[in-house]
């Protein structure tokens, strides 16, 4: 709460770092071939950006040693969407983590008590202590994990806006910069991309939800925002990792496999190597069938202005998405469908949203945030997705 409150100068949020990642072990990767090179994203609305990069790229020959998070804030996270696959275990021991790194060239494991581990009792900390918009406690959080990786290279994913924890630009660059200075000083190369979160990423908010979306994705389904962001960050993966020789290849790269259809093959073995249970690949359908549910139409004729990234993840905490407690469970089921994204048309009457729950009692209230979440106007001005880099 202190460092929440008062702030610490960069050299504090660097001896943070260093405390957190001495609180584990660092792991040693160098049994394994290859580039190991990761990606994490400062959380947002709608974020599976991961769970479709990492197979992508594995496929194209980096190794991607990654612990992700779970649900914090109003955000979701990487390990709760996995988790919604049933049989998915993210609480792996390092052996076995390994193991599957080795064998299918990529794996997603939660915060464990080996790595980082006071990273494990802060984040959930902080989630119920309301102590999550901080560039140190931030810096430090995501920081710990990753250098523990043993990893060569990171690519930082740092989102702006109303859906983001920096809501200012500014307030982004300057936790862009912290991280990029703390890589470097452990040796790793880091970057990190300035990216747009005032409204969410894709069509759907919610764990299950968006292992749907990212099986659709990876089966060839053009999803606009979802695929600029993650062959960008993926092309400067293969950047770092010296898979090819600038970011314009990567993202012919990124393309091709992706057209190809490697990436759903090596989410696949991804999931089955952690127990998870591979027909929904066959019927992924089941992932969006939630009991009750409600629709949110639109009152007139119109372009949606705005779809607000902040208030559809306050929605689909509500529906159970997220937690509000450190014991809460996550509902798999509960989230948003979003009909009509940003400068879309419609008309009176079309819906425009979705929202679904596995608990009926969680509808009212959600009702009400979804219908303050989007805007219809005249026009709509298109903003950009990708803000800058820091190197
Ligand atoms: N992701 C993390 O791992 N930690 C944070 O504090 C925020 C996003």
Known sequence: MAFFIQGLSKKETFYLTKWMIETGRKIDLSDISGPKIDKHSTGGVGDKISIILVPIVASLGVKVPMIAGRA?????????????????????????????????????????????????????????????????????????????????GLVLDVKTGKGAFMKKKKDAENLAEEMVWVGKKYGVKTIALLTDMNTPLGRYAGNSLEIYECIKFLEGEEIKDLKELTFTLGAYMLYLGKKVKGIDEGMVMMEKVWREGKGILKLKEMVKAHGGDIKIFENPEVLKEAPYYKYIKA?????VEEIDAYKIGLCARELGAGRFKKEDKILPLAGVVIYKKQGEKVKKGDIVLKIQTEDRKRLEKAYELAKESFKIGKKFKKRKLILGIIK
Request: hydrophobic fraction near 35%; glycine fraction near 10%; aromatic fraction near 6%.
């Open 72 to 152: 914090l804030g109003h955000t979701g996270g990487t390990i709760d969407k996995l988790e919604s696959i049933p049989g998915y275990k993210a609480d792996l021991s390092i052996k076995k983590w390994k193991n599957i790194i080795k064998k299918t060239g990529c794996s997603i494991i939660s915060q464990t008590d080996e790595i980082a581990p006071a990273d494990k009792i802060f984040y959930s900390l902080r989630d119920a202590t309301g102590t999550v918009e901080s560039i140190p406690l931030i810096t430090a959080s995501i920081m710990s994990k990753k250098l523990a990786e043993g990893i060569e």
């Open 299 to 303: 009152d007139k004729e119109g372009y």
